[in-house]
Structure formats: C-alpha cells, structure tokens
C-alpha cells in the first residue's frame, strides 16, 4: 500500500478513549477518522468526522464501513477475529487476524512468547475442576486461575491461595477454556510500546513501570528505574514478538521484572496502550501519531523522549477533581468524554514531566 495522502480516511474498529486519542493524531497529520462501534455517543465519534453505529458482526454496515475509507485499524483487541478478516477481503487492516487471535487467547500468547525465546509466568492449560486442581498441585500456590479469552483490567481472573478454593473460583470465573497461572514475586512490572511499519522497520519506547490499584493501571512511571541491560532485553523482546506476530501497527507488551532480574512476559496488545500515553507529553512522536504512521504508510516517528514523566489515570469519580488538576502547573489533563462515572471506569488521565535528569515523583 502506497503512502495515504492526507484528506484520506482511516477506519477505526472501536469507539472508546484510544479511538479518540488516535483521531487527535490522525486529523494532526490532515487525515479523516470514520469510527464502527455498537455504542452511540461514543469517546471516538465525538471527535471525528464520521461514525457508522452497529454490531461488529452486521457485513452490510461492514460492507459499507470499508467503501468509505482508505485503511482500516482497531483501537483495541477484543475485536472479533471473523468481522477483521471479513474486513480484510475487502480492505487494508492493520493489523491483521494473526496478531489478534493470538492477542485473544492467554495460551496461544504464552505459547508465542516461548516460540519467540522469552519466558512466560508458570502456566498450564486448564479445562475442568479435575484439570484445575492438578494445575495447581503441579505449580503451586498462590496462582491465578485466568479466563483464556475476554479478560482485562483484573476481569476474569480469580486468585487462589488454598486447594479449598478450586471449586468456588471455577465457578466464579464459569469454567470453560483457562490457564493457571503461577504467582510471580516480581520487584516491578514494565512494559515496552514497539511500533513496526510494513517493511518491517520498528521504534521502540523507553521501557515503563506499571504501578496497579484494583487490578487496573494506575500510574506509570517513564523511565521504568531498571538497569540499562535490562531494558535492552525487554525491549528485544518486543521487537521479536511484533516481527513474529507480522504486526504493522503498535504492540505493547507487559512484563515481570523478578527479584533476581529475570524478565517474565505477561501480556500483550497490538495497539496503543494505556502505559504509553505519557508520550502524548513527553516524546517527539506520541503513540497514537506512531500508530497513525505504520497505518497509513508513512515513515515511523522518533520515540524519542524529550522529559521523564508520570502518568496517573483517573478512575470513577477521580475525573471530578477536573478543576484542581487544572489549577496545578505542569499537569497534562486528558478527559474523554464519557457520560457516567462508575467505578473502575477509565475517564480520562493525567501526566506531569520532569527534566530528563531528574527522577519523578510518584
């Protein structure tokens, strides 16, 4: 695919805030944003030029979708792998159902990031109480018995201290296709935003640390306070899972940092990230430009950063405190638009920069 001329359209599969923030990027860059969506009155379609409103398995609103823009991409990974490759029969999306069907599935990611070389979590497959218990028996406890598919932000997940409680989390989380996964005593978790353009070129973020309230991001800290070696590895890492995935586009990937300096893959996303919207701030070339770039074929940014920086995201009723964040200097505020506060609801964030030698304050 040739180089999108600006006044082209990009197809955006999802309507929340990373929708928004890329229609930000792309209509910087002169393009226009058409957003597919279920939800009327959607983060995305309040700032873009057009929006079609519908299931993502409806193919004649599919069908029309695609006639009116020039390349698709999606905002996040829960998409349905059918409604892309029916897309794809008819269209440029980027990226593909390969990265996605693995993005989908906790075995099949894990199962890609030791294909790669890396190391995952302890984990084994599970489809029964029987199978649970054995799992956890075989890896130990404390685990974490995961949903395979459908999980974020702490959702379908269940901990599990003693054999006592197999049975309630199996019922809890309802059974079916999961992994256990053992209990990692990390020292931080980190993650790293690698964007990768057709021909296989790729920028990398400065590795980030990723601090959780709830079982959802709740502050990230840009440069994650490891040593140089270290950042290498994990941004090496990423680089081999975004060219074995064949993605064009962004994939971020989160990792465990052990107490003895291992690196543990945890998860991935082929998209922009809530851990990189620090680069909104602080680089010469945010996430969601860098996004924009591989989609519409043009050359990748620099990801360079030109501050440190801390990024707080404001959960349920947070985002009221609007007027404070204002009034303090040097805070980056970010709302997006949704209409009702509830708890554990993303509703916006905010970043504040520091001078690149000095540490941020958390």
Known sequence: MKALAPGSTIGILGGGQLGRMLSYAAARLGYRCHIFCPEQDCPAAQVSAAATVADYDDRTALSAFAEQVDVVTLEFENIPVETVRFLAEKITIRPGAKVLEVAQDRLF?????????????????????IELEQAMQN???PAILKTRRLGYDGKGQAMLQTMDEAASAWDRIGGGDCILEGL???????????????????????????????GILDRTIAPADIAAETAEQATAIAVRLASDLDVVGLLAVEMFVTRDGQIL??????????????TMEACLTNQFEQQIRAVAGLPLGSPDRHANAVMKNLIGDEAD??????????????????????????MGHVTRLWPLNQKPEI
Do not use: M
Not at 265 to 278: D, F, K, L, T
């Open 109 to 129: 990611e894990k199962q890609t990031v030791q294909h790669i070389g890396a190391k995952p979590a302890p984990f084994e497959p599970v489809g029964s109480l």
């Open 139 to 141: 890896i130990g406890l």
């Open 184 to 214: 990692v005593d990390f020292a931080l978790e980190i993650s790293v935003i690698v964007a990768r353009d057709s021909a296989g070129a790729t920028a990398c973020y400065v590795p980030v640390e990723n601090r959780h309230r709830d």
């Open 265 to 278: 893959v945890n998860e991935i996303a082929p998209r922009v990230h809530n851990s990189g919207h620090w």
């Open 321 to 346: 405190k609007w007027q404070e964040i204002l009034s303090q200097p040097g805070s980056a505020l970010h709302l997006y638009g949704k209409s009702e506060a509830r708890p554990g609801r993303k």
